[in-house]
């Protein structure tokens, strides 16, 4: 399959990936949200029928990120950058899988500003995830931008907000392309869900490859999308 630029695919992300190699598509940034490998479900809900009920597809499979993040190193342009959000709970074993061929040079903490569920009476809420920040190379940032810090409070989107369960916030999304790309530069994220990766970069006037296995997820966050480029002009964009 020929991979293009802007474009989501509703494929399995190692197959789109080896595409890519095939065809010589070679990236400047990679943002993505992989499953935690926590097998998470929630019991929270009294309606079980919620789409947010639903298990994420492939959480209980470690050999995908060991496999995915070689494919990534390849696909991604020397001194680019990799961010990878993760939980508490399996960040040992992401480093550990990065730094077989990345450098990591920060473990971010995004501040939610809410705990989560998790078990109510036998754990404290987990009000932080994990950013892993590698480089291939060194991915110095864009002249005249800021030295964040390393942790980073962005609020976590309310159920109402989100279209996926997991979706992370475009302005934290945001802030990642700032700091490492120009206007049509391309961005990669092989765990495309909500497609927020692809909004937070068509609204900054940068290119993108979405992969998403699942067909509800992709249907879902490719209909988003398509209502971003609509209501976003070109004149908007200038």
Not at 56 to 75: A, G, K, S, T
Request: negative net charge.
């Amino acid at each position: 399959m020929t991979i293009e630029r802007n474009h989501v695919y509703n494929v399995d992300c190692l197959d789109g990936l080896r595409d890519m190699l095939r065809g010589g598509v070679h990236v400047d940034c990679v943002i993505t949200d992989p499953p935690y490998l926590i097998n998470y479900k929630t019991n929270n809900r009294a309606d079980k029928s919620h789409k947010f009920c639903k298990p994420i597809q492939n959480d209980d499979n470690p050999q995908l990120i060991i496999d995915v993040i070689p494919l990534l190193y390849d696909v991604l342009k020397d001194n680019s950058p990799l961010y990878m959000f993760c939980g508490s709970d399996k960040v040992d074993f992401f480093k550990a899988e990065i730094e077989k061929y990345f450098t990591v040079k920060n473990i971010i903490v995004w501040d939610k500003g809410a705990p989560t569920m998790g078990d109510l009476g036998a754990q404290y809420g987990k009000n932080y995830e994990f950013i892993i920040y590698a480089n291939k190379g060194r991915a110095p940032f864009m002249d005249g931008m800021p030295r964040y810090g390393d942790i980073w409070k962005f609020n976590r989107l309310s159920e109402k907000e989100r279209i996926h369960q997991n979706q992370k916030p475009t302005d934290l999304l945001s802030r990642i392309i700032r700091q490492h790309t120009r206007e049509g530069d391309l961005i990669l994220d092989p765990f495309g869900g909500s497609c927020a990766t692809a909004v937070a970069a068509y609204r900054l006037q940068r290119d993108y490859i979405l992969f998403e296995i699942d067909p509800d997820e992709y249907a879902t966050g490719t209909q988003w999308l398509d209502t971003v480029r609509s209501q976003i002009s070109i004149f908007d964009l200038i």
